[in-house]
């Protein structure tokens, strides 16, 4: 016998939020339209030449000419899982730098393929120095250094000038999280000397979630090819995605055919403007948003320096119900703000302008509505 259907559903609707958490953000309207085309074959010569243009723009966001660039099927966690599938092999030294939420889901992630994991550790708000970075890898000596480039947990930037020759000089691979920098703060794979990168697609490219851009250099290929046991990860392992992102175009899997298009159209966005203006637009409008803050009486988590144009953390006021401000923000004004996560749990809340978020009239909105509520 068939189940009773519970009620009739009605049409699906959505609240207009102005999402100004710590992603997703709003997406444009172009690449909303964009993912409303219909589905074409994976295969279809049409599609297998969408995807050759998605890697030539997403090398363009990541400045590199590695030829293994493509969008993961999968959400950011997708690619960070692909990074260290494919270049892990069980006993492998890997050395992490945690210094928020994130680090700690890298090592997470680092053991369950059997790395041998060693960290290091900085307070949340804080990052690496060189130094520090090199100290660790001379006593370590691992295969494979990861940092998270922007730590979304804290709103703090950890530079990565220098870092790349230091790992060469080691004989180490340099994986790099990179889910809420991509085109919203510089990032120069090539010349940084990047080894594994991933992101998302829905911060700094303003896409709905769904995709995670990947890059992989030479150096870590080796690795890849020199593996004495199998990826452990069939869904993401590079030795296949790679025969289907280049030739002899093998069925892998079904692609997401309508994130893809989104994704196309949100690249094409960002060359359309300049790679450059929007890394500068996304540092103009955080800037905008510090100032305002700091006339209400706000301060910022992170020290300038270090403050990531897409995520700032805010330390929520003695006597302040940060929940209670948030969901009124929800509540009356349909704007959406974060929450703290781990340590900085009911410490901050977390302001993201990200992509096509990231205009001054969003920053006005948030702050006007702000003042209101406190
Ligand atoms: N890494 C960082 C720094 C993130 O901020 C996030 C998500 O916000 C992830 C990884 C995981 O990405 P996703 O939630 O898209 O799987």
Redesign the pocket.
């Known amino acids: 016998m068939i189940m009773t259907i519970p009620s009739q559903p009605q049409p699906l609707t959505i609240p207009p939020r102005l999402l100004m958490g710590?992603?997703p953000s709003n997406a444009n309207p172009r690449i909303l339209s964009a993912m409303s085309l219909p589905a074409i074959g994976h295969l279809d010569p049409f599609y297998l030449e969408m995807m050759d243009q998605i890697q030539d723009l997403l090398r363009y966001v990541w400045q590199t000419e590695n030829e293994l660039t493509i969008s993961i099927s999968g959400?950011?966690?997708?690619g960070?899982e692909a990074s260290l599938a494919n270049v892990v092999e069980p006993g492998d030294v890997v050395l992490i730098g945690v210094m928020g939420y994130?680090g700690h889901?890298l090592v997470d992630m680092a053991t369950r393929y059997g790395a041998d994991v060693k960290t290091i550790s900085k307070p949340w708000g804080e990052n690496f120095s060189l130094a520090e970075l090199k100290e660790a890898i001379e006593t370590h000596k691992p295969t494979i250094l990861g940092l998270?480039n922007?730590?979304?947990?804290t709103g703090v930037r950890q530079p990565l000038e220098g870092v790349g020759e230091l790992c060469r000089e080691h004989n180490c691979l340099l994986l790099v999280?990179a889910?809420?920098s991509l085109g919203g703060v510089p990032f120069y794979a090539d010349q940084w000397g990047v080894d594994l990168a991933y992101s998302?697609s829905?911060?700094g490219l303003g896409c709905p979630?769904g995709l995670?851009p990947f890059t992989m250099s030479d150096r870590a290929i080796e690795k890849l090819q020199k593996r004495t046991t199998p990826v452990s990860n069939w869904y993401l392992d590079m030795n296949l995605l790679s025969q289907y992102w280049g030739e002899p175009r093998k069925y892998h899997h079904t692609a997401p055919c309508n994130m893809n298009y989104g994704l196309r159209e949100a690249l094409a966005l960002i060359v359309e403007e300049g790679l450059e203006n929007c890394w500068q637009r996304h540092q103009q409008n955080a800037e905008l948003l510090w100032e305002g803050l700091e006339k209400l009486g706000l301060v910022c988590h992170v020290e300038k320096a270090f403050r990531l144009p897409t995520l700032t953390t805010v330390r929520i006021p003695e006597g302040v119900n940060g929940k209670a401000v948030s969901s009124y923000l929800l509540k009356e004004y349909n704007i959406e703000i974060g929450g703290g996560l781990g340590e900085l749990a009911g410490k901050v809340w977390r302001i993201g302008l990200m992509g096509y978020n990231s205009r001054p009239e969003n920053v006005l909105l948030l702050l006007e509505a702000l003042r209101k509520v406190l």
Do not use: I, N, Y
């Open positions: 710590p992603g959400t950011g966690s997708a960070m994130f889901r998270v922007a730590e979304t947990s999280d889910v809420t998302c829905q911060k979630p995670s």
